[in-house]
C-alpha cells in the first residue's frame, strides 16, 4: 500500500511540477497498442474544459472497460501553471466499480520541440498513471517514461518511442514494457 501511495504521488508530481506552461485545449486523442498478451484502446476528447474518455483494455487474466468524465481548472504551484482535472470515473472488470479521477497535466514548448507531463489518481484501486514524454518538432521523433500500476499489486514501467506520419496528427508507436518483457506497437491519434 506505501509503496502504491509512494507512486500515485510521483504521478501527481509529475504533472505538477515538472512542465511550466498549463495544457488547455480542446482536441481529440486516440491511442491503440497491441502486444502479444496485452491490448489497450483509449479514446478522449475535451470541450471547453470538459474532458470524457474511455478505455479498454485486454490482458493476460482479463479485462476491463472504463469511462470517465472530469472538469478542467488551472491552477499555478510554485508559480508554474498546471491544468487539474477531477472527475467521477465507472469502471467495468469483475463486476462495476464507481470511483473518482484526478489529473494534473502540464506542456512545455522548446526551441526543438516540447515536454509534456500528466500524473493520475483514480480511486478504483488506487489506480495511478503517470508520463513524461520529449518530443522533437523537425523530425517528429518522441519518447516517453510511463509508469502505470494500483494497489492490487499491478505495476508497469514502459518506455515508448513515436514517430509523427508526415505532417498528420498519427503517430506510430513502438514501446517496450519492463515488467511485462514485452514489445508493443500501436498508433496514437493526437489534435490537441
Not at 487539474?84 to 512545455?108: C, H, M, N, Q, W
Not at 498513471?129 to 520529449?134: Q, Y
Not at 508497469?156 to 514489445?183: C, P
Request: with cysteine.
Amino acid at each position: 500500500m506505501h509503496r502504491t501511495l509512494r507512486r500515485t504521488a510521483l504521478a501527481l508530481l509529475l504533472g505538477c511540477g515538472l512542465a511550466p506552461i498549463a495544457a488547455h485545449a480542446d482536441g481529440e486523442y486516440l491511442q491503440l497498442d497491441l502486444g502479444p498478451e496485452d491490448r489497450t484502446a483509449v479514446v478522449s476528447f475535451e470541450r471547453s474544459g470538459v474532458s470524457a474518455g474511455a478505455l479498454w483494455s485486454r490482458y493476460t487474466d482479463g479485462g476491463a472497460v472504463a469511462f470517465s468524465l472530469t472538469g478542467s481548472r488551472q491552477v499555478a504551484p510554485w508559480g508554474r501553471p498546471v491544468t487539474l482535472r477531477l472527475g467521477p470515473t465507472l469502471r467495468f472488470d469483475d463486476g462495476a466499480s464507481i470511483g473518482a479521477k484526478l489529473v494534473a497535466e502540464s506542456y512545455t514548448s522548446t526551441g526543438w520541440g516540447g515536454v509534456f507531463a500528466i500524473g493520475e489518481i483514480n480511486s478504483i484501486d488506487w489506480s495511478y498513471f503517470s508520463m513524461l514524454e520529449a518530443t522533437h518538432q523537425t523530425s517528429g521523433l518522441g519518447l516517453a517514461l510511463v509508469l502505470t500500476g494500483d494497489d492490487t499489486g499491478y505495476a508497469e514501467q514502459s518506455l515508448v518511442a513515436s514517430k509523427r506520419l508526415g505532417r498528420s496528427d498519427w503517430r506510430l508507436r513502438m514501446g517496450y514494457g519492463f515488467d511485462a518483457r514485452e514489445i508493443f506497437v500501436g498508433v496514437a491519434l493526437n489534435t490537441f
